[in-house]
């Protein structure tokens, strides 16, 4: 119950998903933290959206400069997010690791 007390027991304070399709252009990896949502493209520049204001993500603030603070901030933390998950697969066998390369294919298929 600590999360429910207010406690975070060293947790992460966000979401981090990733997308990666065949037939898609680009992968994109994505972020939610506190209202906002991150998206960085592979191949473009990235996305930001508050969604409080804008739940159908309508209006990408990254083309607003007064968000250049909000999007290093979510850089910085998308770095923060691989290096942590590169540290969790560093000690994963290479069987594990093709194991979940198959389950999420199989996940994208049925999604």
Do not use: C
């Not at 990235?46 to 083309?63: G, K, Q, T, W």
């Amino acid at each position: 119950m600590p999360l429910m007390n207010g406690h975070s027991d060293g947790r992460r304070d966000y979401v981090f998903a990733e997308h990666h399709a065949h037939g898609f252009p680009q992968d994109w990896y994505m972020l939610v933290q506190d209202d906002f949502k991150y998206v960085y493209y592979a191949n473009d520049r990235p996305s930001l959206f508050y969604l409080s204001n804008d739940p159908r993500e309508m209006y990408d603030l990254a083309i607003d400069p007064s968000y250049e603070q909000a999007l290093s901030n979510f850089r910085g933390l998308l770095v923060r997010a691989f290096s942590h998950i590169e540290r969790r697969i560093a000690g994963v066998s290479a069987s594990t690791l093709q194991l979940a390369d198959t389950i999420r294919v199989v996940v994208l298929i049925l999604s």
